[in-house]
Structure formats: C-alpha cells, structure tokens
C-alpha cells in the first residue's frame, strides 16, 4: 500500500470517533448543537443554590453536569423563575429542566419526564412548640409554598389558608418572622434548610405526598430523552450518582423502582 493511501486511511480511521459523536450529538434535539441548556432555580437548596463563590451547586447540578459529561456536551445552566419553568419548556426556550420537579398525571399530560432520579415526598416545616402535628391539623392555619408548585395544592386540599412565594427559602423566613404557621415542601430540601440555616424549626413525622421527581422536556425530543435515561442509568449503576449526592443530604435518594418515561 503506497503511503498516501497508507495516511488517508489513517486519517479517515482516527477521525471516526469524533464523525460519531458529531453524529450523535446532532440526533439530539439540541437547541444549540454541543450544548444541553438546562433550565434550573438556583435558589432551591439543595436541589441547586449559590455557593460562597458565587458557583451553581446542588443536587440537581451536580448530576446534571456528569450527565451532560458522558453525553459529550457542554452543560450551559439557565437561570429560570420556579413559576416560569414548566411554560419555558413547552415554549422550547431551554432543551430540559432539571428543577425538582415532582412527576404528577396532569404535568406529564403536557410534557415529558425522564425516568424518576430522586424520590422524597412533602412535609411541613414547623415551629417546635407548633400545635400542628401532622397533615391533619392544617386546617384553618396560615401555610406558606412555593407556588405552582404541589405542596401549594396540598394546603389548601388539607383546609389551610395557602400564602405563595417565589422559593422555599422567602417562605421560611416568612415563618421565622412569625408571619405564617408552617411550610408544606420537599423533605430532602426542608431538612437541608433547617440545618444549613440552623433554624429552630422540625418536621411533621408524616408525609403530606410521596413522590418521585424527573427533569422535563418539551414533547417531541425522543431521541435526548432516552440519551438522559440511559446516562442516569449508568450513574446509579457504577456508584456516580452515589458519590455525587450523598456529601449533599446523608444518603442515597435514588428511587428503587423510578417512575420510567411514558412513551411519546
């Protein structure tokens, strides 16, 4: 074999991984190829909040970065209000949403989520000389959430006077001023504030919802929501997801048996 040819062969050979992942990558849905734009809260700990530095950290962000590691892209966060997320991805305005959100019937009507990557359930932050000792007795008493979100239909479902935030965090301090009673919201991230806030507030023992959440997609993105399954699925299997959240809440909040995709 003459040596052009010898060279021309060893060229196309060598640039057949980066022709795949071109290939790939383009198969994505992609708004911008090379770059998964992902809408997030950043005032939501510890699913994503703002370091010291200034830098995106949380649980969200955290496995969010590695996904889009092992998907060869560059993770581009953007910065969304908690009430603006569900209309922005329908409106295509961002490729996901790794905002905690909870996978219910109704949203999954109007879009689409990947299989279930944390589980938790809802629970009210009180006082701990409160009277309210579990779901039953909201009824009649000031109740802050955030709000579109369950927890605030789960107030007023049990009986209270439901006050909206824009995040979790403006409702507790509401609650440190004495203003409301309790705060209905996700147990992982109510446990996290009472501790990383050092507030003298506990937790009803019970639940108010048990749910899973998924990131979201708009409808018609078969292709980049199978790609996030199967990279999540990789992280639970050889221990990243474990090593990534656990340092954040104490334990391993990876569902037994996630919710999985409905078809599109």
């Known amino acids: 074999m003459k040596l052009k040819a010898v060279i021309l062969l060893a060229t196309i050979i060598g640039s057949l991984p980066s022709l795949a992942a071109n290939a790939a990558e383009e198969s994505l849905e992609l708004i911008k190829p090379g770059v998964l734009q992902v ?26 970065k590695e996904v889009a590691h092992r998907l ?33 019937p109704e949203r999954q009507k109007a879009i689409v989520f990947s299989d279930g990557w944390i589980e938790s359930g809802g629970r009210i932050i009180i006082p701990k000389d409160s009277t309210i000792k579990s779901a039953q007795d909201l009824k009649g008493k000031r109740i802050g959430a ?19 935030y824009v995040d979790v965090t403006a409702a507790v301090q509401d609650m440190v001023n004495g203003n409301i009673d309790g705060v209905i919201n996700d147990s992982i991230g109510n446990a996290y504030l009472i501790k990383d806030m050092h507030l003298p507030f ?10 899973q959440k998924g990131f979201a997609f708009k409808k018609g993105k078969p292709h980049l929501v199978a790609a996030i399954n199967k990279a999540l699925a990789e992280m639970k ?13 104490g334990f391993n909040p990876a569902p037994k048996d996630p919710v999985r995709t409905l078809p599109q």
């Open 39 to 64: 809408a997030t809260e950043g005032t939501d700990p510890p699913f994503s909040m703002r370091m010291p530095d200034g830098k995106l950290d949380g649980l969200e962000i955290r496995v969010m």
């Open 72 to 104: 060869h892209l560059q993770y581009q966060p953007v910065i969304t209000k908690w009430d603006s997320i569900l209309i922005g991805v329908q409106a295509n305005q961002f490729d996901m949403s790794s905002a905690a959100m909870d996978i219910t």
């Open 146 to 164: 955030q709000v579109s979100s369950t927890y605030a239909k789960l107030a007023v479902d049990h009986g209270a006077t439901l006050k909206n």
């Open 202 to 211: 506990t937790q009803t023992p019970d639940y108010v919802s048990q749910i």
């Open 237 to 249: 299997a050889d221990g990243t997801y474990v090593k990534l959240v656990t340092p954040i809440v």
